[in-house]
């Protein structure tokens, strides 16, 4: 430590006896003395003295600790042929003349900076000018390595950037979900209209094949989103099955001209589900706002003898609407279906009291083998 205690034993100055009182003031300015240099010395932070021409004057033990210079290495060498490197000079050459010219940096200046072993770090440097107009003028500096923590924080923004693309693939295939489902059912109820040799019918089964590929693309989206579960292998096996079996609505139970209500924020999914339901013997009041529906159920709870709602919907939540839906009539079946449902969504729809969750496209394929168990249930329940 001869560096740094003989660079502070030269920049005091003599204490004049007739300035200090007869009880010790020496000696007590002695043990300041003393103390600040063992403080400096043990300080946790590197800290080093350069003057006016940046040859270094001292050089304490956590200099040499984040550096890898020892104290002797670093006397008298230029403070930039130790530490600086060439991305670091641009801000050394406009930070150093402001520096020595009195301007004061209360925030500190972060660098790249060199180890002795050719390494490089980010290390945060606080800077003041000391002594200045003396002979001892120079520039005293604190330095951290700050580079785990930048690291810290740049890993910090890309995984909020990276959580975003994710929420926002999601929503995409939220979307593209209700799109797919509109064309494909949409193309299957065409096709169950039309005499099986009807040349269209070639048309529509080709409909029904590029639905079963673009279904792929849902898979990656939500692959990417992190939300695959297992609506990937069922949007693949629904479509796979449309394109093959065009007709395999006439297969699902049908209804016995019980009223459902149903509501949904796409518009063409109110129309291609109405339009199913009917056709399996169901009579459907189809709403695209939450709010039109809970107030047309509120009006008549006992009208309706089940309830399906979307997940994901701008007025009202699926879950919300749920909730209300089952206060006013806590036995009334209540389906969700969703395209994109996250595992805090699914333990949240099962919590409000909803009986199934179906996930899209496959609802047209599914619902109404859902309702008739649902509603055998209500009856056998209301039965016993």
């Not at 909730?323 to 806590?330: A, G, I, K, N």
Request: glycine fraction near 6%.
């Amino acid at each position: 430590m001869f560096g740094f205690t003989q660079w502070w034993r030269q920049r005091r100055r003599p204490a004049r006896r007739g300035n200090l009182d007869a009880d010790g003031g020496v000696q007590q300015l002695q043990a300041i003395n003393k103390r600040l240099q063992l403080y400096l010395d043990r300080a946790p932070l590197a800290c080093i003295v350069w003057d006016t021409d940046h040859i270094v004057r001292a050089w304490n033990p956590a200099a040499a600790a984040t550096f890898g210079y020892s104290e002797a290495e670093a006397i008298g060498r230029h403070i930039h042929e130790l530490v600086a490197t060439p991305a670091s000079m641009p801000i050394i050459d406009e930070v150093c003349p402001k520096l020595l010219s009195g301007t004061e940096f209360p925030d500190g200046v972060t660098l790249e900076t060199r180890r002795k072993d050719g390494s490089h770090m980010q290390c945060h440097w606080h800077l003041a000018l000391v002594d200045r107009g003396t002979a001892d003028e120079g520039v005293i500096a604190f330095a951290s390595d700050v580079t785990a923590r930048l690291q810290a924080e740049r890993d910090r923004e890309l995984l909020e950037k990276s959580r975003a693309l994710a929420a926002m693939a999601g929503g995409i295939a939220h979307d593209f979900n209700n799109i797919l489902l509109a064309i494909c059912g949409n193309a299957r109820l065409a096709a169950e209209d039309l005499p099986a040799d009807h040349p269209a019918q070639l048309s529509l089964a080709e409909v029904q094949r590029a639905s079963a590929r673009a279904a792929g693309i849902i898979t990656q989206i939500l692959a990417f989103s992190g939300n695959e579960e297992e609506t990937s292998k069922d949007v693949v096996l629904f479509h796979d099955a449309a394109a093959q079996h065009p007709s395999l609505g006439s297969q699902v139970p049908r209804g016995q001209g019980q009223s459902v209500l149903y509501v949904d924020d796409e518009e063409s999914l109110v129309y291609l589900v109405t339009r199913v339901l009917q056709r399996l013997g169901y009579r459907v009041a189809g709403f695209t706002d939450a709010n039109e529906a809970l107030a047309a159920f509120r009006s008549n709870p006992a009208a309706y003898e089940a309830v399906v709602t979307d997940l994901s919907m701008p007025s009202m939540s699926g879950i919300e609407f749920a909730s209300h839906v089952l206060q006013l009539r806590p036995e009334v079946p209540v389906v969700m279906t969703s395209g994109y449902v996250r595992a805090k969504d699914r333990e949240s729809v099962m919590k409000t009291g909803v009986r199934d969750l179906l996930l899209k496209p496959n609802t047209v394929e599914e619902l109404g083998d859902v309702l008739h168990r649902l509603m055998a249930q209500s009856r056998a329940q209301g039965a016993s």
